[in-house]
Structure formats: C-alpha cells, structure tokens
C-alpha cells in the first residue's frame, strides 16, 4: 500500500482471538480487517447503522489472504485499509496487518452494495463512491514489454 490514502487501526490481540498456543486464530484476522474497513467508513462520514436504514448494505463477496508472520497475544496491531478498486456496486479493499514494522498479512477483499430487504446489488451512494474514489490508489502503469 503506497499514498496518503491509507486508514490505519490500531488493534490489541486479546486472550479470547488466540489459540492455546497464544496465537491469533487465522479466522479472527478476518474480523480485524472488518473493523478496519467499519472504521474507515465512519472516519468518511459513514455509520453503517444508518447506512442500513437508508437502505444500504455492504457485503462481502471474495476474500484473498496471504499469511506471513502470527501474531501472538497483546500485540498491538495496525489495520491498514485503502481501495484497491471500484465500481458502481462494490468496492475492492486491499488490507494489511503489520506490527512494528513487519507485515503479517495482506489480503484483498471485494464488498458488494447491497439494498439490504432484497438482497439486490445496488449503486453506491455518490457521496460514498465520490469519497472511495479519492481513496482510490492509482491505477498501475503497465510495464513495457
């Protein structure tokens, strides 16, 4: 992840997301990255409560991980979140777990919008699509051949 445009989350490893060995359960990363992505929507404005009632929901459709390193219990923790990419109904997260200075995990997540009662893909708000947009890493130059 490269630019400004990244919301960071600082996150405590507690005794109930570990193992008996100590470590982080691979399922609880998931859950990491879900606060980081929530909290990256509210520092936009965004409370997801709200969003629902207005008839807005945000799901998640694919999840790409790659672990590298566990963490272990009460490690303090950074969420990293910036798109990746986006469309009118979903959105591409790329998401990084680092401590200190090492990487843990890096994942992509695609989130559909969803119009909650139907369960029908829905256009993003423009005021949240105008927003992610700025986040938007931008796009890679093709190497020459």
Do not use: W
Request: with cysteine.
């Amino acid at each position: 992840m490269t630019a400004a445009s990244i919301h960071s989350l600082p996150v405590r490893v507690y005794y109930e997301d570990t193992d008996c060995a100590g470590i982080v359960y691979y399922a609880n990363y998931l859950h990491f990255l879900e606060r980081g992505r929530t909290e990256l929507l509210r520092a936009l404005g965004h409370d997801q409560n709200v969003l629902m009632q207005e008839g807005i929901a945000f799901a998640v459709r694919s999840v790409n991980a790659e672990f590298f390193l566990p963490a272990k219990l009460d490690d303090l923790l950074t969420v990293e979140t910036t798109v990746a990419a986006l469309g009118r109904a979903q959105v591409s997260f790329a998401q990084r777990i680092v401590r200190d200075a090492q990487t843990l995990l890096e994942a992509n997540i695609r989130v559909a919008c969803l119009d909650p009662a139907r369960g029908k893909p829905v256009a993003m708000p423009r005021g949240i699509y105008r927003q992610l947009t700025g986040l938007a890493a931008p796009p890679a130059e093709m190497e020459p051949q």
